[in-house]
């Protein structure tokens, strides 16, 4: 079975500074997908990122940037500028690629933001 | 707007009744996926349906069942309430080889 592993229960940043959440899985499948998903206070799950395991250019989104190393099966988020809403639970997830897969979270980085 | 609809947005009940929580998922996707959050919490997964047929279970208690009918909307039923089972229950659907899209989901708060 899949998992997925963050070990940063909290974090926290000055406005305007670099973070990296980190994020490791495992998983004996060729074919997924990594997401990192945002949920604010008012706890709507918004999606941030994705990466295709296939891909081996790491995904961008302006601010937000992913790590990616397959062989080492990691899946780190860098937001870069960090701004005061970017305060949140963060969610790293991977999902079995075809169209069937399974969608599995870690346990959250709550992420706070310093002005 | 994410295009998956939950109803209703907040429900209190008391203990030991039977509620039933629905999702529309955005048009397409066969994929729909059911999780609790309590307070402070992550997510855990309880089941997943695809194109009208269970898919995959998580830690979904024997009080709760769930099923998506053929129109894809999905039903989530939960039975003899306890204070416990209040929490945020969201739902998502995804399509094939795409990304899950999450609901407002449903606070439901057990007296």
């Known amino acids: 079975a899949q998992t997925v592993t963050q070990s940063q229960p909290e974090m926290s940043v000055q406005e305007a500074e670099t973070v990296t959440l980190s994020c490791t899985y495992d998983?004996?499948?060729?074919?997924?997908?990594l997401f990192w998903y945002k949920q604010p206070p008012s706890r709507q799950m918004i999606l941030v990122i994705r990466?295709?395991?296939?891909?081996?250019q790491n995904a961008t989104e302006n601010r937000f940037s992913v790590n990616f190393q397959k062989a080492a099966k990691s899946f780190s988020l860098k937001i870069s500028d960090s701004q005061l809403g970017d305060a949140a639970m963060y969610f790293c997830?991977?999902?079995?690629?075809?169209?069937?897969?399974?969608?599995?979270f870690g346990k959250g980085t709550k992420l706070s933001v310093k002005p | 707007d994410s295009g998956v609809t939950q109803t209703p947005k907040h429900l209190i009940t008391a203990t030991g009744q039977r509620v039933t929580l629905r999702c529309s998922p955005r048009s397409g996707d066969l994929s729909v996926y059911w999780y609790q959050q309590s307070l402070d919490q992550g997510l855990q997964f309880l089941i997943q349906?695809?194109?009208?047929?269970?898919?995959a279970k998580g830690n979904i208690l024997e009080r709760f069942s769930a099923q998506q009918f053929p129109d894809l909307h999905s039903e989530l039923n939960l039975s003899s309430l306890e204070l416990g089972d209040s929490a945020l229950y969201f739902c998502a659907s995804s399509a094939q080889g795409g990304e899950a899209f999450f609901g407002q989901g449903t606070r439901l708060t057990v007296v």
């Open positions: 990466q295709e395991a296939y891909k081996q």
């Open positions: 349906y695809y194109n009208g047929e269970e898919r």
């Open positions: 997830a991977y999902r079995s690629g075809g169209s069937q897969g399974n969608l599995i």
């Open positions: 998983t004996s499948e060729s074919d997924y997908y």
